[in-house]
Nanobody, 126 residues
Framework: QVQLVESGGGSVQAGGSLRLSCAAS??????MGWFRQAPGKEREWVAV????????YYSDSVKGRFTISEDSANNTLHLGMVSLKPEDTAMYYC?????????????????????WGQGTQVTVSS
């Protein structure tokens, strides 16, 4: 079974930076990414990539500010976030699908990913 455990969330002022991590019990290539959900808003995809050097996709709201990356040696997915804005405040979830083809389905819906972490909270104050 796939296990995903997020960490790295916290509180930061606008303009600050955070780096989220997702420890994954996945030893093969997979379609993985990050979703987020703010109060009163729908859950939305943030960044998606196929592990092993696949193309990286970003939602328009975070493009140029967020970077998805992987540490293959430690089976860890990261989401680097810079120039954070109050509207980035949300619960961030690491997601995965063992079918690489899922990464060719932009835009993504939550139901596209069968495996989810428990989430890590990001709060950006102005």
């Amino acid at each position: 079974q796939v296990q995903l455990v997020e960490s790295g969330g916290g509180s930061v002022q606008a303009g600050g930076s955070l780096r989220l991590s997702c420890a994954a019990s996945i030893s093969t290539r997979a379609c993985m990414g990050w979703f987020r959900q703010a109060p009163g808003k729908e859950r939305e995809w943030v960044a998606v990539t196929s592990t092993g050097g696949g193309r990286r996709y970003y939602s328009d709201s975070v493009k140029g500010r967020f970077t998805i990356s992987e540490d293959s040696a430690n089976n860890t997915l990261h989401l680097g976030m810079v120039s954070l804005k109050p509207e980035d405040t949300a619960m961030y979830y690491c997601v995965a699908d063992l079918h690489i083809g899922t990464c060719n389905a932009i835009p993504w819906r939550p139901s596209d990913f069968p495996y989810w972490g428990q989430g890590t909270q990001v709060t950006v104050s102005s």
